[in-house]
Nanobody, 124 residues
Framework: QVQLVESGGGLVQAGGSLRLTCGAS????????LGWFRQAPGKEREFVAGIRWTGGNAHFADSVKGRFTISRDGAENPVYLQMNSLEPEDTAIYYC?????????????????WGQGTQVTVSS
């Protein structure tokens, strides 16, 4: 069982930055792709970014390309979502998800484990 824990959310003004962290307890993330998803009030959960289990190539939603980056500094370390030039439309609960030997897919159904989420609020 992989328990994912997100941190780093908070309140920021438009144009600001936040860095989210996804860590795991109980098991290594070495063989897992990591994805970030978000859900705004009244909306469906949507893909934000994902990175394959071997690192390297990452995928991003069109709405965040050029503003967000995802990285993993070695298999044993947390995965980060760096969010720059934040907009009020980025306000949501952000979830980390893990997929065994995945490729960072944007499909929710490809992920096996989910964190509890961290709130990101961007004020205008």
């Amino acid at each position: 069982q992989v328990q994912l824990v997100e941190s780093g959310g908070g309140l920021v003004q438009a144009g600001g930055s936040l860095r989210l962290t996804c860590g795991a307890s109980g098991r290594s993330l070495e063989s897992y792709a990591l994805g970030w998803f978000r859900q705004a009030p009244g909306k469906e959960r949507e893909f934000v970014a994902g990175i394959r289990w071997t690192g390297g190539n990452a995928h991003f939603a069109d709405s965040v390309k050029g503003r967000f980056t995802i990285s993993r500094d070695g298999a044993e370390n947390p995965v980060y979502l760096q969010m720059n030039s934040l907009e009020p439309e980025d306000t949501a609960i952000y979830y980390c998800a893990a997929a065994y030997r995945g490729d960072g897919s944007p499909k929710i159904s490809d992920y096996d484990y989910w964190g509890q989420g961290t709130q990101v609020t961007v004020s205008s």
